[in-house]
């Protein structure tokens, strides 16, 4: 009997307690959870950020290689051009003179004078505190002949072995006959500067 009036007075308050005691157990596991649950997503929300930044750099890095290679390789052509076609030597300019004597004869044409001259490149190259320079030989040639002449020169100084470009060309009707033209061509190659060589004046 008193454990009856036990039950019926206590029972009540203690199932209010028990189930307030599991409301707030789930309270506490689900604001648990939720705070779980929005850190992973900042942890894969940073890792995801890591990730790109990862990538970046590693395009970077990739970009820098492509660079420094495409460095070496630039100045793998320039320094074998500095040793195979701009020449350093006292006599680089009567081997070219030689050869585009060669070139006229093989045109069967003939030349008697012509002008030449020098220029630095660049210009004030001490004053500017230029470690590298060239310089640039230029030469104008009045020659006369037919056009399959001058055609056949014009081909050869552009396949010649030797560094040459072509300034201009000037080709009007020679006096010396109809099937003849006098024709006037700038032709330019270029050497190394050395400053002990190159205390260069223009000369003609």
Avoid: C
């Amino acid at each position: 009997m008193k454990i009856e009036l036990f039950l019926r007075k206590y029972f009540l308050n203690a199932f209010v307690i028990l189930l307030l005691l599991i409301i707030v157990d789930i309270l506490i596991l689900s604001f648990g959870v939720l705070k779980l649950d929005t850190k992973a997503k900042q942890l894969e929300s940073q890792v995801k950020k890591g990730e790109e930044t990862i990538t970046s750099l590693e395009k970077k890095v990739e970009d820098k290689e492509n660079e420094v290679k495409s460095f070496k390789e630039s100045k793998a052509v320039i320094e074998t051009i500095k040793e195979n076609i701009f020449e350093k030597r006292v006599d680089r300019f009567i081997n070219f003179q030689k050869e585009v004597e060669k070139l006229v004869l093989s045109a069967q044409m003939n030349i008697e004078k012509y002008d030449y001259k020098y220029d630095i490149i660049p210009k004030d190259i001490e004053k500017e505190g230029w470690k590298d320079g060239f310089v640039q030989v230029s030469m104008v040639l009045p020659l006369q002949g037919s056009y399959p002449q001058i055609k056949n020169f014009v081909s050869s100084v552009e396949d010649s072995g030797h560094f040459f470009t072509i300034n201009g060309i000037d080709i009007s009707q020679s006096t010396q006959g109809s099937s003849l033209l006098d024709f006037k061509i700038g032709i330019s190659t270029f050497f190394v500067y050395d400053p002990k060589e190159d205390k260069i004046e223009d000369k003609k």
